[in-house]
């Protein structure tokens, strides 16, 4: 079980955003605890049994989440998805990797596509610094109903708006304004999202009217 008196003590130092010694003894133990429990959720089998027994580690090890939570096998997390806050109905694809040092937080009806980063952990520019991996940590946030086309990269500190959509393969370097959608590395604007995107789901297809009834009125 996780060690709640730890568990805050770390919390609030990870989320200090001042600099802190990344490979602490004591906190490196703290982090092989979760990414144990993470592992076990990796582990579990697919079965009606396997499913049950990922529910209860997740309520053990995540930091926060709603109903509807899916997550495909296997995910990696610093520390073991502790500081990871989902909401309601997102799905994370498999081999998501959360370097969740720091907060991330995902908001209801996501989409994380496969073999997305989402990065919270910076080290210093200093060479003398970094030789001893000193480290902190900017929080990430992704508003609600956001897509993450698989692949993609979310660097530390950044803010994504609702609805917004980032490009497979992306790296998101500057936070992402609500209804757009961005590609490219570094990440740029390609289009915003309008009105006529409840009317083609791809290019001139319209979108059938029993779609429209049933989702969108």
Not at 140 to 154: D, K, R, T
Request: charge should be negative.
């Amino acid at each position: 079980m996780i060690d709640r008196q730890k568990d805050n003590k770390y919390h609030e130092m990870l989320n200090s955003g001042e600099m802190y010694d990344s490979v602490d003894e004591e906190f490196i133990d703290y982090q092989h605890e979760l990414v144990q429990r993470l592992n076990d959720f990796n582990n579990t089998p697919d079965t009606k049994a396997g499913l049950i027994e990922r529910e209860k580690i997740l309520r053990e090890i995540m930091g926060t989440y709603g109903e509807g939570l899916y997550i495909i096998p296997p995910i990696s997390a610093n520390c073991g998805l502790r500081h990871v806050h989902v909401g309601k109905n997102v799905v994370i694809n498999f081999n998501a990797s959360l370097v969740d040092d720091g907060d991330i937080f995902i908001g209801d009806d996501c989409m994380i596509g496969p073999n997305v980063s989402i990065v919270t952990a910076i080290h210093p520019i200093s060479p003398r610094l970094r030789r001893y991996k000193i480290q902190f940590n900017k929080p990430v946030h992704i508003g609600q109903n956001v897509w993450v086309g698989a692949g993609a990269i979310i660097l530390p500190g950044i803010t994504i708006g609702d609805n917004a959509i980032i490009g497979s393969g992306s790296v998101v370097t500057h936070d992402v304004e609500a209804n757009n959608i961005v590609v490219g590395n570094p990440a740029r604007l390609l289009r915003r999202i309008t009105a006529n995107d409840d009317i083609y789901y791809h290019k001139t297809k319209l979108i059938p009217p029993e779609f429209i009834d049933k989702y969108m009125k």
